[in-house]
């Protein structure tokens, strides 16, 4: 009869769970009592932080001392983000999505589910991906300079503090679709010889910079990005109105959008965007700042646990873990 308490046979028990404080939803907060209970019975030492000093402290500790497994982002993309720009390479991380958009935990085929996430952590794989550096920050799906970025920081600015919900989005977009005036950008793309990919930058009103296939609402604006090359995918649309918009809208729905001859895509290891008026970009649907831009590939900079069989089916190399009583 199998044991309730599994012996765990990777040597690091430690599990940190970190929460959004600000996230406040009580439905939260009995997911992430349900996900240490099952933590409990599976043999591993669960903790939830919601201090960001604190985890700190408590990451650094279990690290140094072969004591950690993994760290939980109970939360969304943002979570996840903020973790990994606050840890060192090397450290294992997995999602549990709590967040409005959890668009790594459906890349990597991880739901909200307590059981399944702790089995992860028991018998999951480990892989390495690649992340980039914006302007000094880590992200880990996509940047973005144009609309989008526009109404992220428009979002941003007016939020209280509160939970956001896809329908928080909906004032932003109405303003901005009213107001945008689409600065011309200027892409430089360094190619992985390091060279200047092209002699003239890419001339464009939307820029993506993209890590993962992922972005809002399904949409794959290179969906044939691949997370452990070693590589980002740029892809620049080049007119700018509303009615461009929908136009360019339509194409990325129907993943047409890559036969259009406004539309240009580099493979780069590092990319520079610039203007002559003020526009922000986003990383991982979060506000950056503005303009100028340098962006960097790193190079499997990301640690994630997954279920085995998406890993098997993303085609990516396991990471070996160590055993019991090694470090």
């Known amino acids: 009869m199998a044991s309730e308490n599994p012996i765990v046979e990777w040597a690091a028990d430690r599990?940190?769970?970190v929460i959004n404080p600000g996230a406040g939803a009580r439905a939260s907060h009995d997911a992430v009592g349900d996900l240490m209970t099952c933590l409990k019975a599976r043999g591993l030492a669960g903790e939830v932080v919601s201090s960001l000093p604190a985890f700190d402290a408590l990451v650094a500790r279990y690290?140094?001392?072969?004591?950690l497994r993994a760290v939980v982002a109970a939360g969304g993309d943002g979570t996840v983000a903020e973790i990994v720009n606050r840890t060192e390479p090397g450290v294992p991380l997995t999602v549990y999505p709590l967040g409005t958009a959890n668009l790594l935990a459906s890349y990597l085929h991880i739901e909200r589910d307590p059981l399944a996430l702790a089995q992860v952590l028991v018998a999951g794989t480990t892989v390495r991906l690649d992340a980039a550096r914006a302007n000094g920050r880590i992200f880990f799906l996509m940047a973005g300079c144009g609309f989008d970025a526009e109404v992220v920081e428009r979002l941003h600015r007016k939020r209280d503090g509160g939970h956001i919900s896809?329908?928080?989005y909906a004032w932003p977009i109405l303003e901005t679709i009213r107001s945008y005036r689409y600065p011309r950008?200027?892409?430089?793309c360094q190619s992985a010889a390091g060279v200047e990919a092209a002699a003239e930058p890419l001339a464009a009103r939307w820029a993506f910079v993209v890590n993962l296939p992922c972005y809002a609402g399904g949409l794959q604006l290179a969906p044939e990005a691949v997370g452990s090359d070693g590589l980002l995918n740029v892809c620049t649309f080049h007119n700018g109105s509303f009615w461009h918009a929908l136009r360019y809208?339509?194409?990325?729905a129907a993943r047409r959008h890559r036969t259009l001859p406004d539309y240009k895509s580099a493979l780069v290891t590092r990319v520079r965007i610039e203007s002559d008026e003020p526009v922000p970009y986003q990383l991982d649907g979060e506000p950056g700042g503005c303009l100028p831009l340098v962006i960097e590939v790193l190079a499997e900079r990301l640690t994630l646990l997954a279920p085995a069989a998406r890993i098997l089916a993303l085609g990516l190399q396991p990471v070996a873990r160590p055993r019991a009583g090694a470090r």
Request: no cysteine.
């Open 249 to 252: 809208l339509g194409y990325v």
């Open 15 to 17: 599990v940190l769970v």
């Open 185 to 188: 950008l200027r892409v430089y």
């Open 63 to 67: 690290q140094a001392a072969g004591q």
């Open 166 to 168: 896809y329908w928080t």
